[in-house]
T-cell receptor, first 112, second 114 residues
Framework: GENVEQHPSTLSVQEGDSAVIKCTYS??????FPWYKQELGKRPQLIID?????GEKKDQRIAVTLNKTAKHFSLHITETQPEDSAVYFC???????????FGPGTRLSVLP | EPEVTQTPSHQVTQMGQEVILRCVPI?????FYWYRQILGQKVEFLVS????????KSEIFDDQFSVERPDGSNFTLKIRSTKLEDSAMYFC????????????FGSGTRLTVV
C-alpha cells in the first residue's frame, strides 16, 4: 500500500522567512496530494492541494510543487507569520475523494 | 462555509464499554470517512462509506468497529468493548467529487478510555 514520508519533522524559521516541507510517496498510482494544517487541539484543515496533472499550484503565500517522476511533492510558505505555526500534514490518495494516507507531520514554528 | 459536525467533543468511557461517536456530514456530500489521531501522531484512515456501505477500511478497522448511517444526516462510528489504546481523537470527514468543498474534517471527538 501507499507510504508517505515527510521531512523535516520539526522546522523553525524566523518570521518573514520561507519554509519548505517535503513529502515522498511510494505508490505511483496516487494522483491527488492535499496539505493540511493542524493547530493544537483542532482539526486538520485543508490549505492547498494538487492533482497529478499539475506541476505547481499557488495560493497567496502558499505553493505546492509536484514531481511525479520522483514521487515527491513539497509545500512552500513564503513570508511566514507567527500564525503559520502549526503541524502540517501531507497526504496522498489514488483520486480525489478517496481515503488519504497521511505523512507523519511537520511541526512548524515561526519565531517572531 | 459548510461544516462537518461531530458530537460529543469529548467522551470518557470505561474500558470494555461501547461508545458511539456521531457525525453530521455536509449535506450534499456523498462520501464519508472516519480517521483517528493518537495524541502527537499522524492522522490514520479507518473507514470510508459510500452509497450506504463501506467502500474501504484499514487494518485498524477490525470487528470492534462499525459504522452506520441511520438516517439521512447522521454518520456514526461504534466502538464495541473499548480498549485503552482506542484513546485518540476521532475525526469524521466528508467529500464529494466536485471542486467546491474539498475534503472537510469535523472538529473531532476526543475519546478517553480509562
Amino acid at each position: 500500500g501507499e507510504n508517505v514520508e515527510q521531512h523535516p519533522s520539526t522546522l523553525s524559521v524566523q518570521e518573514g522567512d520561507s519554509a519548505v516541507i517535503k513529502c515522498t510517496y511510494s505508490d505511483s498510482a496516487s494522483n491527488y496530494f492535499p496539505w493540511y494544517k493542524q493547530e493544537l487541539g483542532k482539526r486538520p484543515q485543508l490549505i492547498i492541494d494538487i492533482r497529478s496533472n499539475v506541476g505547481e499550484k499557488k495560493d497567496q503565500r502558499i505553493a505546492v510543487t509536484l514531481n511525479k517522476t520522483a514521487k515527491h511533492f513539497s509545500l512552500h510558505i513564503t513570508e511566514t507569520q507567527p500564525e503559520d505555526s502549526a503541524v502540517y500534514f501531507c497526504a496522498a490518495s489514488l483520486s480525489y475523494g478517496q481515503n488519504f494516507v497521511f505523512g507523519p507531520g511537520t511541526r512548524l514554528s515561526v519565531l517572531p | 462555509e459548510p461544516e462537518v459536525t461531530q458530537t460529543p467533543s469529548h467522551q470518557v468511557t470505561q474500558m470494555g464499554q461501547e461508545v458511539i461517536l456521531r457525525c453530521v456530514p455536509i449535506s450534499n456530500h456523498l462520501y464519508f470517512y472516519w480517521y483517528r489521531q493518537i495524541l502527537g501522531q499522524k492522522v490514520e484512515f479507518l473507514v470510508s462509506f459510500y452509497n450506504n456501505e463501506i467502500s474501504e477500511k484499514s487494518e485498524i478497522f477490525d470487528d470492534q468497529f462499525s459504522v452506520e448511517r441511520p438516517d439521512g444526516s447522521n454518520f456514526t462510528l461504534k466502538i464495541r468493548s473499548t480498549k485503552l489504546e482506542d484513546s485518540a481523537m476521532y475525526f469524521c470527514a466528508s467529500s464529494d467529487l466536485g471542486e467546491r468543498y474539498g475534503y472537510t474534517f469535523g472538529s473531532g471527538t476526543r475519546l478517553t478510555v480509562v
